[in-house]
């Protein structure tokens, strides 16, 4: 009889389900794993394009002079500033423009900004808005919008020019405008000062001058001292009107002056009259002549 030992044969080794199934999982998680990052990928390389177009699209100019004051002296000669355009000028000459400029004489373009030069033009008393152009590589465009002449400011020292908004453009002296209304009762020191408030009368006797005299010719005088009772002679007839409602008491009177035949606005002063349009739904007459 044998005592001999017999090997075993090795069983086959059958793999747990779990197993499979995490073995699986992680097939899957690393795919959908490449896959995230490739998508990330070729994201990023899109997104890096279109921001490269979009910068040289929008940046134009301003991209060029960038790059040049990176560059530094090397180019400061290629945007040397060599000429200065201007345009809307009446008044005011291109000498007193170019002077509130403040350019040195090598200036380079990249270096201004736009705003702080149409700042500095709208100094000038005559100039009410200035736009300001950079255009490559050697010239700056100025687009200036003047003040217009609205009245002339009678005061005890002098007469004063100012436009509708109460700026005064000029001291006029003794020397006078006929062409334009002619206005009094203003603190010619305040007015100078330019303080909203001291401009008001101003703006209203300048509408108001406008307003009458477009249906009466001539050249109105208007007292402004007090708002509540401007007082305007023209053509020999005397107005009395309130701030707060002018167009509504001129178009009353426009409506009464048909019947009103003693009203003439011929400039003679046995025929003139006194018309108080302060009350509200009535126009008073008041005879002189």
Known sequence: MSLGWRKARPGKVIPRANARSESGQDRRRGVAAGGYWSRLGRGLIISLRVIATVTVLVGGCSGLFVLAREI?????EWFLVRSVSVNGLHHVTRK???GRLALKPDTALYSINPTWLADRVKTHPW???ATVVLKPLHEIHIDIV???PAVVVRTVAENLLTDADGVLLAHLGSS???TLPMLSGVDGRRLAQGKAEDRRPVQVGAALARMVAQTTGGRPDINVGNLNNLVVVVQGVTFQFSESSMDQQWSRFLKMRPVLRDVAFDGEGARANEIDLRFADRVIVRGRG
């Open 72 to 76: 530094g002296p090397l180019t400061r």
């Open 96 to 98: 007193e423009v170019i």
């Open 127 to 129: 100039i009410k808005d």
């Open 146 to 148: 003047e003040r217009e």
């Open 176 to 178: 006078d405008d006929p």
